[in-house]
Every structure is written in structure tokens, then in C-alpha cells.
């Protein structure tokens, strides 16, 4: 069974460091990775989707990476901003109907 | 630009009631999922849906059941509740294409009593 698992599960920066969240996975047979937003209260935001096929992904101040053999992805986030607080959880699609697993998440905070 | 829709939004339930937590997506996606979230835990799956009429079992479906009679609608429904699922219960869907992301609704949560 696939086990997602990202560590830490919290983190606090100063406004302006670059964030890097770490996910692993322990089945490298995945179709794609996902990357979410979630605010408190809120529902998931999709951030950035990597498939299998690919090493990495970019949107703006967000990348992320995608190492199969290592069963890892890496999102990074440049610049941080306070509006950058939220909990961000990562997601392998485990087969073709698109079923996820999903990680602990890791909580961000920026201080201004 | 609706998305996916979840209703309702907060529901507090007595042990042993029944309800139906209802979602419905406005993007024709064939693929709909139902997750619980509990505190500092991510995402299970409870059970998911590739089509009208076609349903079937997640990581966690005990206590739950679905129907699917439309591609627009997919409501979870609760027997008897307990106290172990209390919890937040988020409806997902997707195109269809395991390449396509899957758009989330705003969750519901529930607390049994």
C-alpha cells in the first residue's frame, strides 16, 4: 500500500526566506503527484500537478520536483509572503480511476 | 463558476441519526471522490465514483454509503451515526483522465454527539 509522508509537519520562516516542503512516497508506480493549498476551514486549492513522465513543474513563485526512483517530490516556494501561511499537503495518484494518497500535510507559517 | 458544491456547510448530529451530505459538481467530470479529513491527518478516501451507476469502495467506507444517478450529483450518505465519524468530509471530482487535476469543494463538517 502506498504511504505518503511529508515531514516536517510544521515550519515557521521570516517573511522572504525561500520555503522548501518535502514529500516521500514509498511506491514509486505513481500516475502523478499533487500539490495543494489548504487555508483553516478552507477546502484544498490544487497548486501544481506533476505527471510521472515529468521532473518538474513551475507557476509563478512555485516549482516543484518529482524523483520517482527516490520516491520524493520537493515543492519550493520563493520568496515567502505572509500570505503565504497555510497548510500544504501533497497527493499520489495511486491508479488509473485517479484515487489519491494523500500526506499529513505540513503548516506553514510566515512572519512578517 | 460553481465548481463543486457541498452542502451543507456545518451539521451536529445526535448518535444514531441518519443524513445525507450532498455534492454536486458543474464541470460534466465523470469522476467524483468523497474524503474525510480528521485533525492533523490528511485526506482518506471513502469511496468514489468513475460514472452514473458506477460506484465503488475507498480506504474507509464502513458506515457510509452512495449513489450515483446523475454525473452532476453524488451524495454520501450516513446511517446511524457514531462519534468516530465525526470529522470534515470534502467531495472531489475530476475529467476523468488520471493526468487531469481533481477540484475540490469546500468540505462539510460534521460533529456527532
Known amino acids: 500500500k502506498q504511504e505518503v509522508t511529508q515531514i516536517p509537519a510544521a515550519l515557521s520562516v521570516p517573511e522572504g526566506e525561500n520555503l522548501v516542503l518535502n514529500c516521500s512516497f514509498t511506491d514509486s508506480a505513481i500516475y502523478n503527484l499533487q500539490w495543494f493549498r489548504q487555508d483553516p476551514g478552507k477546502g484544498l486549492t490544487s497548486l501544481l500537478l506533476?505527471?510521472?513522465?515529468?521532473r518538474e513543474q513551475t507557476s509563478g513563485r512555485l516549482n516543484a520536483s518529482l524523483d520517482k526512483s527516490s520516491g520524493r517530490s520537493t515543492l519550493y516556494i520563493a520568496a515567502s509572503q505572509p500570505g503565504d501561511s497555510a497548510t500544504y499537503l501533497c497527493?499520489?495518484?495511486?491508479?488509473?480511476?485517479?484515487?489519491?494518497?494523500f500526506g499529513a500535510g505540513t503548516q506553514v507559517v510566515v512572519t512578517p | 463558476n460553481a465548481g463543486v458544491t457541498q452542502t451543507p456547510k456545518f451539521r451536529i448530529l445526535k448518535i444514531g441519526q441518519s443524513m445525507t451530505l450532498q455534492c454536486a459538481q458543474d464541470?460534466?467530470?465523470?469522476?467524483m471522490y468523497w474524503y474525510r479529513q480528521d485533525p492533523g491527518m490528511g485526506l482518506k478516501l471513502i469511496y468514489y465514483?468513475?460514472?452514473?451507476?458506477?460506484?465503488d469502495k475507498g480506504e474507509v467506507p464502513n458506515g457510509y454509503n452512495v449513489s450515483r444517478s446523475t454525473t452532476e450529483d453524488f451524495p454520501l450518505r450516513l446511517e446511524l451515526a457514531a462519534p468516530s465519524q465525526t470529522s470534515v468530509y470534502f467531495c472531489a471530482s475530476n475529467l476523468g483522465q488520471v493526468g487531469q487535476p481533481q477540484h475540490f469543494g469546500d468540505g462539510t463538517r460534521l460533529s456527532i454527539l
Open positions: 497527493a499520489a495518484v495511486t491508479d488509473s480511476w485517479g484515487k489519491f494518497q
Open positions: 464541470m460534466n467530470h465523470n469522476y
Open positions: 506533476i505527471q510521472s513522465s515529468q
Open positions: 465514483s468513475v460514472g452514473a451507476g458506477i460506484t
